[in-house]
């Protein structure tokens, strides 16, 4: 059983649980759930950090020649109902104040983290989608909102000296270093060695 100095951190894009909410899109997401059960398992004081989808990745139906045609996933009720307000803050982004909502489903140990803007309206685009945006700045404005976020609620509700590590999930949770800035902590993962898994943003 680990002791509250030890806690372990993932900051994730994508995180699929049990309970059905759509806030994943394949491997990745699957893999943290793992590691976010086997930690409860085990005891660790663990948090995982990642975005709350309102309309998830992608579903499809079909027209009368069998034609794909994708569309949104709203997020079932039930898995909405199952997560609790934990934490409200700002972040600034874009020169504005950016209201967060942090959402988390406990299992013993494991707390899952899902983070939420509640405005201006142009933020709530940012997450409105896994992977999923309408230009090159949006991206990155959702992984910047990624980071910062994770950054304050680290700081307001596991405190940094209680951080063990911070393990960073692709290149898409790889600006949080660039805001938190506690060397000898942070491990960087890549799943995907390729331009088609990680994010790529213009100079």
Known sequence: ????????????????LDMGGYTYAGGLGVLEGDK?????ALGLNYYVITLLYRNGYVDYDFDEDDNPIPKPQPQPKSFLESLRLVDTFTVRLRNENVEVNAWEYRLGSAHAVFLEPRGPEWALRLTDRIYIEGSVEEKFLKYIFLARGAVEFIRRNVGLENVRYIDLQEAYAAMVPITLRIPGRYRLIIHTPGPWGASIVPK
């Open 36 to 40: 976010f059960y086997g930690a409860a």
């Open 1 to 16: 059983m680990s002791n509250d100095s030890d806690a372990i951190i993932s900051i994730t894009p994508d995180l699929a």
